[in-house]
């Protein structure tokens, strides 16, 4: 596909450096935001630049926070004693999202995956070890999605767990279809997989 | 959907303010960028903030140009004598992919639509009509997309185009499926449309 101007090839060709996004997607949306007042531009450019190199995580838990310690984190009317291991930050808001849980949350920021690359040390793997001891914390949920790579993940947590034999390891309950990814599950759904979690056998 | 950070609630929101991107996609993206490097980000805002502010349209056929005659006006190897009137810049696009013109444009900039409140003072309908006297226009193919509205607007230019009996009038061949839009059809269906394109009666 030809353009016939740079500043239109550029955002087309950045745009679809997008997920999902094709080249007829990304021309359909410059030519949208060339409709539409620069004020829509300028605030979706804005908004990007901002999120991206403004953003930070909490130091507790890594999920994505305007602060130090995240609102979750912060919040005292949490349950500090149920950690949600999760491998993302699209999991935690989808938990979130159920209303059916009162604990706090670890962000793995991946799953172990040999393919790309990813090993235990990629993974915020090291910061949830050394959050236990000294800590309240009584359980762990691993909460992570049943495709191979979260099994191989879930199992090496497990394993590393063991160290503290006081913390009861759970992972969410069957309800999620095996090799669905846990964010796609609807809301009842994976909200009784948090309430109906397995304990897991040591 | 709550997101635990103002950065990302604002980027997903600006994001899905764009056609066919919902919140759940908008979030997609948000951390597609997040994840990758902040470059990814920087090049993206900045070529759409370019794109709007520095986009200029070519002074004789309002196509999207980076100079004030677009290349297709300034291209002497172009048969000027024909001048094929679109809609809109994509259909100049798809048109130019199909490889089958060598004539030029003009761009209305829209579609007569009483219900959207777009009359043909809202169009380039003006600027076509002052373009052809004085000028080597022997042909005017109206290649607008077989809509409702589309069919509106090529009946009252053709009205308009009868102050001028030298110049004949086309429209663009069978070949496009009735109610379909321009940009959807094939290469090859799209090309033909023109090379068979069909002269109207007066
Ligand atoms: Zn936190
Ligand atoms: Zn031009």
Redesign the interface.
């Known amino acids: 596909?030809?353009?016939?101007?740079?500043?239109?090839e550029?955002?087309v060709?950045?745009?679809s450096?997008?997920?999902?996004?094709g080249r007829k997607?990304a021309?359909?949306?410059?030519?949208?935001?060339?409709k539409a007042d620069?004020e829509?531009?300028?605030?979706?450019?804005?908004?990007?630049?901002?999120?991206?190199?403004?953003?930070t995580y909490c130091r507790t838990c890594h999920?994505?926070?305007?602060t130090e310690e995240?609102?979750?984190c912060a919040n005292k009317l949490r349950d500090h004693g149920t950690v949600c291991v999760v491998s993302?930050?699209?999991d935690?808001?989808a938990i979130?999202?159920t209303g059916q849980y009162q604990g706090v949350y670890h962000v793995l920021g991946g799953v172990i995956s040999p393919i790309e690359g990813i090993g235990p040390s990629d993974l915020h793997i090291d910061t949830l070890l050394t959050r236990i001891p000294d800590s309240e914390i009584k359980e762990i949920i691993l909460a992570i999605s049943p495709t191979m790579e979260g099994d191989t993940t879930a199992f090496f947590l497990s394993r590393k767990l063991r160290e503290f034999p006081d913390v009861h390891i759970s992972t969410i309950a069957r309800g999620i279809p095996m090799g669905g990814e846990l964010e796609y599950a609807d809301e009842i759904t994976l909200g009784r997989s948090i309430v109906e979690r397995q304990r897991q056998a040591k």
């Open positions: 596909m030809e353009f016939p101007s740079k500043l239109i550029n955002a060709g950045e745009l450096k997008l997920p999902g996004i997607t021309l359909r949306l410059t030519l949208h935001l060339l620069t829509t531009t300028s605030s979706l450019a804005e908004a990007l630049a901002k999120m991206r190199f403004e953003i999920n994505i926070s305007d995240c609102s979750i993302d930050i699209r935690v808001i979130e999202n």
